[in-house]
T-cell receptor, first 116, second 110 residues
Framework: GAVVSQHPSRVICKSGTSVKIECRSL??????MFWYRQFPKQSLMLMAT?????????EQGVEKDKFLINHASLTLSTLTVTSAHPEDSSFYIC????????????FGSGTRLTVV | GIQVEQSPPDLILQEGANSTLRCNFS?????LQWFHQNPWGQLINLFY???GTKQNGRLSATTVATERYSLLYISSSQTTDSGVYFC????????????FGKGTHLIIQP
């Protein structure tokens, strides 16, 4: 139980273009989802909290206009990296928690973004 | 915010050895999880353990919340245990994200 699906798993895009990443909770509803970023050989850092039906909250230093988050339903959150640049290349992972079960947080399989 | 420190940062062992990974945190927590990140980046949830002791096969974990630390034990290590082990916590409820430690990079040699 408590499965989170993330797509795509890997994307290569040209500098200046936008990329959308989807995160779905498959067997539970999630009013809150989380987006993390991981640079090579580093830990995961929370970028933003996605709230169903309202604006996302961003961690300090994360540009909300560059990383657009939409959480339009109880099972889907999307992260759009706008006007991507090579420094945005990273591993992006989403997470959600099924508060009805004591499993803690479940993570998607991640998206490896490369901007060329 | 809450601080998470993991030790050791790197660990190299021979197959069959036992190991203990430590996670110290700076404040009381409502959630503590241990993850194994495989070479493809997938985070595998090993334990949800804000307090107490749990065991799952060759792995076990103990969290002493009053002393603000958690331990992950791996017995009879296998090469497939290699990877990065993360401890992650939060002190709020389900609306708060997790704070991760820097991880322990474990290499099990055949």
């Amino acid at each position: 139980g408590a499965v989170v699906s993330q797509h795509p798993s890997r994307v290569i895009c040209k500098s200046g273009t936008s990329v959308k990443i989807e995160c779905r909770s498959l067997d539970f509803q999630a009013t809150t989802m989380f987006w993390y970023r991981q640079f090579p050989k580093q830990s995961l850092m929370l970028m933003a909290t996605s709230n169903e039906g309202s604006k996302a909250t961003y961690e300090q230093g994360v540009e909300k206009d560059k990383f657009l988050i939409n959480h339009a339903s109880l099972t889907l959150s999307t992260l759009t990296v706008t006007s991507a640049h090579p420094e945005d290349s990273s591993f992006y992972i989403c997470s959600a928690r099924d508060i009805g079960r004591r499993y803690g947080y479940t993570f998607g399989s991640g998206t490896r973004l490369t901007v060329v | 915010g809450i601080q998470v420190e993991q030790s050791p940062p790197d660990l190299i062992l021979q197959e069959g050895a036992n190991s203990t990974l430590r996670c110290n945190f700076s404040d009381s927590v409502n959630n503590l999880q241990w993850f194994h990140q495989n070479p493809w980046g997938q985070l595998i949830n090993l334990f949800y353990i804000p307090s107490g002791t749990k065991q799952n096969g060759r792995l076990s974990a103990t969290t002493v919340a009053t002393e603000r630390y958690s331990l992950l034990y791996i017995s009879s290590s296998q090469t497939t245990d290699s990877g990065v082990y993360f401890c992650a916590v939060n002190s709020g409820g389900g609306a708060d994200g997790l704070t991760f430690g820097k991880g322990t990079h474990l290499i099990i040699q055949p």
